[in-house]
Each structure stands twice: as structure tokens, then as C-alpha cells.
Nanobody, 126 residues
Framework: QVQLVESGGGLVQAGSSLRLSCAAS????????VGWFRQAPGKEREFVAT????????VYADSVRGRFTISRDWAKNTVYLQMNSLKPEDTAVYYC???????????????????WGQGTQVTVSS
């Protein structure tokens, strides 16, 4: 089993920055990738960014490319999402997800991950 805990969310003004953290514990030795997704009220959960843990290859959604940066310090079993130039439309619950290496990896799809955190709220005021 793998446990994921997100932190770093909060209430900020438009144009501000936040850094989210996703701390993993448990059976992470074969983990392949970690992704960030978000879900706003009344909307589907959507892909934000993902990174492969060995190569560190990132992929971003068009809506956040150039503003958000995903990174990992897997020696600490942690993945980060640096969010700059935040907009009100970035308001959502942000979830991190992990592909443990035993599931088919589809980086931009929620179905490509087999463990999820509980989420952290990000609210951006205008």
C-alpha cells in the first residue's frame, strides 16, 4: 500500500504563488510517476501535471504550462507543484496521484494512477 498526503494549499490573491507538496509513504520503491489533478465544484477532475520519478520528465496541461512547475525529490518521497501567477480559475481541490509501477501509466488520465491523496484546497480570489 501507498499513502499520499498533500499540503500547501490555501487562500491567495490572483497573481500570487503557492507550492503544493505531495508526500508518499509505504511501498513506493517501484513507483513510476506522480501526477497532480484538480477538481473545481461541479466540474470533472482534470489533469494538471505529471512527472516520471526516474527520468524526471514533466508533462503539463495547456492551462497551466508556463505558470506551474512540477518537480520531485524522491529521496524524500516528495513531489512538488510550484504554482505561479495564480488565477481565480485555478481554484479547486488539488490531488496528487501515484502510479505504483503495477498499473498501466497514462500520464494525463486519472485512470493511469492507482493511489490518491485526500486533496488540498486552493482558492484564488480576484
Amino acid at each position: 500500500q501507498v499513502q499520499l498526503v498533500e499540503s500547501g494549499g490555501g487562500l491567495v490573491q490572483a497573481g500570487s504563488s503557492l507550492r503544493l507538496s505531495c508526500a508518499a509513504s509505504g511501498r513506493t520503491f517501484s513507483a513510476y510517476a506522480v501526477g497532480w489533478f484538480r477538481q473545481a465544484p461541479g466540474k470533472e477532475r482534470e489533469f494538471v501535471a505529471t512527472i516520471t520519478l526516474s527520468a524526471g520528465q514533466p508533462v503539463y496541461a495547456d492551462s497551466v504550462r508556463g505558470r506551474f512547475t512540477i518537480s520531485r525529490d524522491w529521496a524524500k518521497n516528495t513531489v512538488y507543484l510550484q504554482m505561479n501567477s495564480l488565477k481565480p480559475e485555478d481554484t479547486a481541490v488539488y490531488y496528487c496521484a501515484l502510479n505504483s509501477g503495477t498499473a498501466t501509466y497514462i500520464g494525463t488520465s486519472r485512470y493511469g494512477y492507482n493511489y490518491w491523496g485526500q486533496g488540498t484546497q486552493v482558492t484564488v480570489s480576484s
